[in-house]
């Protein structure tokens, strides 16, 4: 939670916009605009909240909405006043507030991957999923492949080069590979699985784009445990080869 309220302000103003084509292919997906007054829609990691106003303007459905972050759901209800008592700090692998099969629809853009178990938060958003309703479903993003992901992947191969300790942290790609996606989806009782890649433009044109993912919490602990010259030369090398 402490980790994703120091980050919320630089995550809406930066990875949140890009994530916009993503989050839109889930609603697409998901077909929520033709979600009736009747259905209900929870978005699980609804971070500060833009998502939640695009899915707000093409559905007819009562929305929910839940992020770990206190601040993240702080801004989410500025963003959407109009569903702030729907919108409360949620723990993705504990939905207990809600009922087996309340929701028509359970949307989540890049937070599966984050989770600190990840069959956890299948298993949960099944049992919510209104199984009664045809057109139930439950749509997800994760980071794909290493090799097409130059934002996360760059970071720990110059640690690496450089013999410089690596975050204390998973990674971000230990969802990459579709099957076992699919196992995971399988084991929480999903019986419809449809999976596929998809590309991501990131607008991050110049180096100082993405400085403010440089002093994210997972990577400035990096910086802090170095000395000061040594700090310096890395953040060169992060540029030279940006």
Not at 4 to 28: A, C, H, I, R, V
Not at 204 to 215: A, V
Request: charged share 25%; with cysteine.
């Amino acid at each position: 939670e402490v980790y994703w309220d120091d980050f919320q302000e630089k995550y809406g103003k930066t990875m949140e916009p890009n994530f916009l084509p993503l989050y839109s292919n889930l609603l697409s997906l998901a077909k929520v605009s033709e979600a009736t007054e009747q259905d209900s829609i929870l978005e699980l990691a609804i971070g500060s909240g833009l998502g939640f106003q695009v899915l707000n303007a093409i559905t007819k459905a009562k929305l929910f909405g839940g992020d770990i972050s206190g601040k993240m759901v702080k801004a989410s209800k500025e963003k959407n006043p109009s569903f702030a008592g729907n919108i409360q700090v949620l723990n993705n692998e504990d939905l207990s507030s809600f009922k087996d099969g309340t929701f028509r629809n359970v949307v989540s853009n890049m937070s599966l991957q984050i989770v600190t178990n990840p069959l956890n938060m299948l298993k949960e958003t099944y049992r919510v999923l209104d199984k009664s309703n045809k057109e139930s479903s439950a749509v997800f993003t994760v980071w794909g492949r290493p090799e097409n992901n130059y934002l996360f992947s760059s970071f720990p191969n110059i640690l690496k080069k450089m013999n410089i300790e690596q975050p204390n942290s998973r990674s971000n790609f230990h969802l990459c590979e579709k099957e076992a996606v699919y196992a995971l989806c399988k084991e929480a009782g999903f019986q419809n699985i449809f999976l596929e890649y998809k590309s991501i433009i990131l607008n991050f044109t110049e180096f100082k784009d993405i400085d403010f993912f440089i002093k994210s919490p997972k990577f400035y602990e990096v910086f802090e445990k170095l000395e000061p010259e040594k700090a310096d030369e890395l953040k060169k090398v992060l540029e030279e080869d940006f």
